[in-house]
């Protein structure tokens, strides 16, 4: 009986391979830097979306190339004003010009998720999904003039359930280089990915999986936070936020940012903050070796092989914040209902990146304290007031095995805030195939290493035009 189990689900394992290498066959365009510029994906990617060096630096230089020329531009943008307006402003309305093609493009992810569980009584239950798609994000991205530029990004995800969900994931503008040396200050506003998070949140990722334990994890909880958790929950540190981030590239080697974001929400009377106070955050970086952050190579030459260098990367970064006012629902031992706050919650941590020819070793760690108040939901008295904290870290290796394979290694640890809950370890593996420049064939392992029945096997086509 167990043979006959293995063997029809190595059956539909590989028919789902053969499925999604069915579907691809048609995707074959480039998306939007790609045409504005004629060149390859890889020019800034590893294996989309990782961005290799160069491909860093021209997502910090606003979408643009590391001293860029006209010349470098193949489709010429559409000018809104003479460039003779600029010297009579403010007697004129200052120049911009806008992509003389419309800046659009898709990607889309087909997966069939082989998991195991198991129930309650210990029954192991498996399961055999084909999420065809299992994403569809629209992008728009751009430049507009000498100084401003912009990403948009639209999410279309299908539910179990036959329905689907959207969500608007990116939706910015930046102001680049308003003063001062270029690249010196960029400032960002709307939705967006926060760039304490640079390198280690899920767009800048090869993997299919997310951090989550960095990213997941939910503190609130009768003794302290036990675990991951879903939307609504308190925050460990967002992936997304909305609000306002300054940036920069000093010496060509030191990044800065700083950021006022909201916080917990919703709040009361409809608003996205649950509450009138803004949630801070700040990192500094700086990189050893290899080509510098934004772009410069001290006059050599790029190497052909451009994701390999002799580099390494080292940061620190904080997020601090208020959840006062902002009740959530927890039950004592009892199971009685108790409201919590998390008056105040703190992040510090640490990243690296260490890369050495083919290899990328990356790494992070963020330690959380939060200070939680227990109170009667009914007469709103203070029953208890206590710190907590909670310990997440990851290490990950990125391997090119030659330029259309790679394959990448991760282990990821958490440390819930409440000491009766165990330890979360992760492990997650990938081998990735780039079958053409914009069109990648995933095969990804995870596991929870605390019970042997509970993995996934995915198989993952991603295709960009």
Not at 233 to 243: A, C, E, F, K, N
Request: charged share 20%; with cysteine.
């Amino acid at each position: 009986m167990i043979t006959n189990r293995r063997n029809r689900g190595f059956f539909l394992f590989a028919l789902a391979v053969l499925s999604t290498l069915v579907v691809a066959a048609p995707a074959s365009a480039l998306p939007v830097f790609a045409r504005k510029y004629q060149t390859s994906c890889q020019t800034c990617h590893t294996i989309f979306p990782k961005l290799n060096p160069f491909g860093q630096a021209f997502r910090l230089n606003g979408y643009r190339m590391p001293a860029e020329t006209e010349e470098m531009i193949k489709e010429k943008p559409v000018s809104l004003g003479a460039d003779a307006y600029a010297k009579m402003w403010p007697s004129a309305v200052f120049p911009s010009s806008l992509p003389s093609d419309a800046p659009f493009a898709m990607n889309m992810k087909l997966a069939d998720l082989y998991a195991s569980s198991h129930d309650e009584s210990g029954r192991t239950i498996i399961h055999n999904d084909f999420q065809f798609p299992q994403e569809v994000n629209l992008f728009s991205a751009g430049t507009l003039g000498d100084n401003f530029s912009f990403l948009g990004e639209v999410t279309y995800g299908q539910l179990p359930d036959g329905g689907s969900e959207v969500e608007i994931e990116h939706a910015q503008i930046n102001w680049d280089s308003p003063f001062g040396p270029t690249n010196a200050v960029h400032v960002k506003i709307g939705k967006f990915a926060p760039d304490y998070a640079d390198g280690f949140q899920e767009m800048w990722l090869m993997t299919n999986n997310g951090i989550d334990t960095m990213f997941a994890y939910n503190p609130i909880g009768y003794r302290g936070g036990t675990g991951l958790g879903e939307d609504g929950t308190g925050i460990s540190l967002p992936s997304l936020v909305q609000g306002i981030e300054v940036y920069g590239v000093l010496a060509h080697r030191f990044f800065y940012t700083v950021g006022m974001v909201n916080g917990m929400g919703p709040g009361p009377n409809d608003t996205f903050d649950g509450n009138s106070r803004k949630d801070l955050y700040a990192r500094m970086d700086w990189k050893f070796g290899g080509m510098g952050l934004d772009g410069d190579t001290g006059g050599s030459e790029l190497p052909p092989q451009n994701w390999r260098e002799t580099s390494l990367r080292l940061g620190v970064f904080a997020y601090a914040g208020d959840g006062r006012g902002i009740d959530f629902e927890v039950q004592d031992d009892d199971g009685n209902t108790l409201s919590m706050q998390d008056r105040r919650y703190d992040r510090i941590g640490g990243y690296a990146s260490a890369m050495l020819s083919d290899l990328n070793l990356i790494g992070g760690y963020v330690r959380g304290n939060d200070r939680l108040r227990l109170s009667d939901p009914e007469t709103g008295e203070m029953l208890d007031e206590t710190k907590r904290n909670y310990d997440a870290w990851y290490a990950q290796a990125d391997y090119v095995i030659a330029p259309p394979f790679q394959c990448s290694v991760r282990y990821e640890n958490l440390r819930p805030a409440d000491k009766s809950a165990d330890s979360l370890r992760l492990v997650n593996a990938n081998f990735s195939w780039l079958v053409r420049a914009n069109i990648k064939l995933m095969l990804e392992y995870n596991r929870d290493l605390r019970d042997a029945k509970n993995y996934q096997l995915a198989t993952v086509l991603r295709f960009a035009y």
